[in-house]
C-alpha cells in the first residue's frame, strides 16, 4: 500500500509539470512554490525533488536503481504524452525542466544509479537551466515566448 500511496504522490507531482491552461510555467511555479509567493526558490526546488525521489524510491535504500529510475522515467514520459506536449512541454524552459530530471543529469558520478543525495545536489544547475532571467528563482517570467 505503501509504495502506491509514494507512487501516486509522485505522479501527482509530476503532473505539477505540465503547463496549466496555456500559461507556460504556471502550473509548474503553482505546485513547486510552497510558499506561495510566485517563485520557487532553491530550497523549495530542494524539498519537492526530495519528495519526488522518495516516491519513487521504492526500495527505500536511498539509490534509484535502473529500475527506479525507468519507472521514474516512464512517469514522466506518460506526463508529458497526457498535459504537456501540445501545451510546450519540448520547448524553452519546460524543455529544461524535464531535462533536468533526466538520469543523466542526476547521475553524477556515472555509475548507473542516483543517490538521493546526487538528485538534490543537481537542484543549482538545474534551477540555473530554468531561470531564464538570472534572478537566482523560477517564476512564470522564466517561461513562455523568448525563453
Not at 31 to 52: I, K, M
Not at 83 to 99: I, L, P, W
Not at 100 to 125: C, H, I, W, Y
Not at 126 to 146: E, L, P, T, V, Y
Amino acid at each position: 500500500m505503501k509504495r502506491f500511496a509514494s507512487l501516486t504522490a509522485g505522479l501527482a507531482l509530476l503532473g505539477t509539470l505540465a503547463v496549466a491552461e496555456g500559461v507556460p510555467g504556471q502550473h509548474f511555479v503553482e505546485n513547486w512554490d510552497l510558499n506561495g509567493d510566485g517563485t520557487v526558490t532553491q530550497e523549495e526546488a530542494t524539498e519537492r525533488r526530495g519528495d519526488v525521489f522518495l516516491s519513487f524510491d521504492g526500495d527505500e535504500d536511498g539509490f534509484l536503481n535502473a529500475e527506479e529510475y525507468d519507472n521514474f522515467d516512464e512517469a514522466r514520459r506518460l506526463d508529458m504524452e497526457n498535459n504537456g506536449n501540445e501545451a510546450g512541454h519540448k520547448k524553452g524552459s519546460m524543455k529544461s525542466v524535464q531535462q533536468g530530471m533526466t538520469r543523466e543529469f542526476n547521475d553524477a558520478d556515472k555509475d548507473g544509479r542516483v543517490s538521493r543525495q546526487e538528485f538534490l545536489d543537481a537542484v543549482p544547475a538545474w534551477i540555473a537551466m530554468i531561470d531564464k532571467n538570472g534572478d537566482g528563482a523560477i517564476s512564470r517570467d522564466d517561461f513562455g515566448k523568448g525563453n
